[in-house]
């Protein structure tokens, strides 16, 4: 079972997240707390899994109290509050939170396929591990690459905000390629993500545009619900169905841009579940280019990374603090 503590200042909103969360069979609901210091006294007795936190709530609110949490816990946080906006997503993912929801996700309105993926998430989510970083490449022997790099594209999902807004303020606004990236996002906040990542970095991070070609020091984010292709001609979408249940896709984007630059392309999957990614990892490979995954010990969620790994075909598994200093290296580029 998973221990889960329900935090929120309202009894009826705490009720239906219980009613919700019992329905399911697996979640154990074994206190509610009222407001965020009532939250971290509560988290400190029970050691919860996973715990469920309201934003704005009275004595003190959610954000504060994640972070108070992270100092002594590292079980799963979610955000579930009224109001859905970007920015207090992924302030909340800076503080520890692992995942963001709208309240409105919690009633009998939503679908059953929703409704499984709700569950899905907060199971791996509370069943996070923290480790001790490895640090080695994919064979566990010194790689040695030399090409003229043109372009990086990265793959990240659950986990991604936190760990982008790291490997992006590691790179300097000299970086010498542009980025393509594919961050599988709540519908709606591709704008938002884009204005918040863009605080904590030096790069120019904006919404990917057709028929734009990317340039040096860019970061391009596809948006919400198209899949972002590049083509001889610039960035361009494609409105086809999902690939492995994502819209964006990432392996539609590393596939392009393996036809599109060959052995200059530089691909890196970062945390996420399911294994969109690894597919479009083995086409950067077959074309030439270099592979690197982000290694378990620094991944909120291991999935896409270890599906990518397992196709044989990454030359690079690092801790995400490397990562960054390992494209600079790749692109010739300056820290």
């Known amino acids: 079972m998973i221990r889960t503590l329900i935090v929120d200042d309202s009894p009826l909103v705490r009720s239906i997240l219980k009613d919700f969360f019992e329905s399911e069979g697996s979640f154990e609901i074994i206190g509610e707390a009222e407001d965020g210091r009532d939250s971290i006294d509560k988290a400190r007795i029970l050691n919860p899994d996973l715990i469920t936190m309201d934003y704005e709530m009275p004595v003190m609110n959610g954000l504060d109290a994640i972070a108070e949490i992270r100092k002594f816990s590292q079980c799963g946080i979610i955000v579930i509050s009224t109001h859905d906006t970007a920015k207090m997503a992924y302030e909340a993912a800076v503080n520890g939170a692992h995942e963001f929801f709208a309240k409105d996700n919690f009633t009998s309105k939503i679908s059953d396929s929703q409704r499984s993926e709700i569950f899905n998430t907060l199971k791996q989510i509370s069943s996070i591990k923290k480790k001790f970083p490895l640090q080695q490449d994919a064979s566990g022997q010194s790689v040695t690459i030399q090409k003229k790099i043109k372009c990086v594209v990265i793959a990240a999902s659950t986990g991604g905000p936190m760990a982008l807004c790291q490997l992006f303020s590691a790179l300097p606004s000299t970086f010498p390629v542009p980025i393509l990236l594919v961050q599988h996002n709540t519908s709606g906040f591709d704008k938002g993500f884009v204005q918040w990542l863009d605080g904590y970095s030096q790069l120019n ?89 982000q290694d378990e010990a620094t991944c909120m969620i291991y999935g896409m990374p270890e599906a990518a790994f397992e196709t044989g075909c990454v030359d690079f598994v690092l801790p995400l603090d490397d990562i960054g200093r390992k494209l600079i290296s790749l692109t010739g580029g300056e820290s």
Not at 206 to 224: C, F, L, N, R
Not at 234 to 248: H, I, Y
Not at 252 to 271: D, I, M, P, R
Request: aromatic fraction near 8%.
């Open 205 to 293: 991070i904006q919404i990917a545009e057709e028929g734009i070609y990317p340039s040096k020091g860019t970061v391009y984010v596809a948006p919400t619900d198209k899949h972002l292709i590049i083509g001889p001609s610039g960035m361009a979408f494609d409105d086809s169905d999902p690939v492995n249940s994502q819209k964006p896709a990432a392996d539609f984007l590393f596939k392009s841009a393996s036809e599109q630059f060959g052995s200059s392309l530089v691909s890196v999957v970062l945390t996420g579940m399911g294994n969109d990614g690894a597919e479009g990892t083995r086409f950067v490979k077959n074309a030439g280019g270099i592979t690197i995954a």
